[in-house]
């Protein structure tokens, strides 16, 4: 494996670390067992009395195992879901977790989170489904666990790799930018997460124009249009895909700080016609600042003299903090100072993480094997009593999101039209694609092949996934293809319905392939090989007559890797294409380089 990453397979380490935390060591000397045992009536036999402690000292021991394994196999039924039947893998989870639960003291009684309070209010039907105060693990707490699990493993490795943003580097490591040594830590892992985001988080626009192809299902949530900013995706798809509008990039880079012990937020400031409070930007506590981050417009909102990250404290008192946010005759920052004066902080809460469950598998895990699963109050509590934060509110995004998800996958059952869009759109990612083994090889920091277990990592499976056009091409008409593929017609298939399935397979292929393509320069940029990963996004993602949907991004990678080139003028050539998602950002970026 690579060695900037984890050493052996996530989930060995995620298994061998698991341990009991109620349990203590019971390995007692069996002299002294059978020394106490000489006092029992009718224990006149040595042998039989050694014989008798070393049977009572297996039933302990295999009753620790027992408890420990309960915990293990959970665990690793999770690491593997993605190459697993997930509904069986769900039974198993549910069941080993529960196994384990027996044994953990119950709370005296359970208390709903006082800022959980208002969502139990407007959203009834997700806390009954949850069962927040349920004692015992739901099936449906796998899909959550499975999630918090993905975000920790991207965390624990990007957190500490290199810090790539060479505008914010030098700021960093200067010994007058006034960071004390926690806050430069947790400054620095914030800073990591948020470029991490913004290279592998593709923009989409908050809302596509009409003329992009998309079928909308007939009935869906009241109060949720198709495809919404914000909710369009879950939090784990946008991380899967790679994919989201600004607000689902703020929730993947505020879940991934929260794995590794940064404390984040979406700030909101109020409307000045109606007072409702409006999501602005991440805002990230270090030290006794909170700083700045937009995920929408795509880049930190830099400090004063264009130099650092600005604190929102910089931007109440300096007006030209958020002017600079402008760019003359092309954007308009839509925050003005005069907003900022109130300010609330929005909390990405899941209704499972208010659960005591979830809180006390989380005190249950230890090492390697930690994660964050619970919702913790101090992290509210330090945003409350910031003088800079009027009020802190729950932001139910997580339950809106995943309403419209249930909406989305009822309609692909009800009506075929848009389960065949979807299907195009992101079949290429499902359980029982290839792709899907390399993406989560990807994302757990498996780059490179485990010669331990004589494993695969995501770069060659990545390139197992460029097949020939022209045999994507040909495939309705070769049948070895066919045959190598497994997509033979069935006996009894309509031919119709064949060719829909042809049409299928072959976005499939398509779109994996540029996929897989795109997320390969991804990983030469990480591997810190700037000049492999401007010239493989140039010549396979740039440069062929398909255009790929990955363009934006790949044009702004190309230019990230550039600055490392010392070719700035380049970069800011690429910063400078018009009508990208992200052209605000990069146009701010471009200025930085060259003030």
Known sequence: MHGRFAPSSPSVNFMNSVRFHNVVNISIPLIVVGGLLCGLPGCNNDAEILQRAKRNQKAQLNSVESKVDHLSEATNYLAKMVELDRQAATRQITYHLNAWLEDVPKPDG????????????????????????????LPSDADYLRRCYLLRQVADWVSFGPLHDSILKSWLTDSDNGLGDDALADLQKACRLFDWTIRNVQLEPARFPESARRVAPKNLPPGLPFDGPGYRQT????????????????????????????NACMLAVKHPENGQPLPWLVGVRAGQQIYLFDLVVGIHVPG??????????????????????????????????SWVEKVDALFDIATEAVSWRMRTLEEGLTGDARMHLAHDPKLVDLFQNDTLIEEVRPWPIDIIAQRYQVAIQRAMVDDLKVLFDQQIRWGMLAPSQPLAAARWKHLTGQIDKNAEEDVEGARVLYMQQRIADSDIENLPYDVNLQMQMNARRQPGQSQEHYDQQLQIIQANLRRAKQAATFWLALIQFEDERYENAATWQQKRVLDRETVSPWTPSARYNVARSLEHLDKTDEAVDYYKTQGDPQEHGNRIRARLLTP
Do not use: H
């Open 235 to 262: 939090l784990e798809e946008a991380l899967w895909r790679g994919t989201g509008d600004g607000l689902q990039r703020a929730r993947v880079f505020m879940a991934l700080c929260r794995q590794v012990d940064v």
């Open 304 to 337: 004063p003299n264009q130099q650092g990250i600005a604190t929102l404290a910089e931007a109440k008192e300096d007006s030209s903090i958020l002017r600079r946010m402008n760019v003359p005759g092309l954007f308009d920052y839509p925050i003005e100072q």
């Open 110 to 137: 359970y208390a709903l989170p006082e800022i959980a309070q208002p969502m139990a209010q407007q959203f009834p039907e997700a806390f009954a489904t949850v069962r927040p105060d349920s004692e015992a693990f």
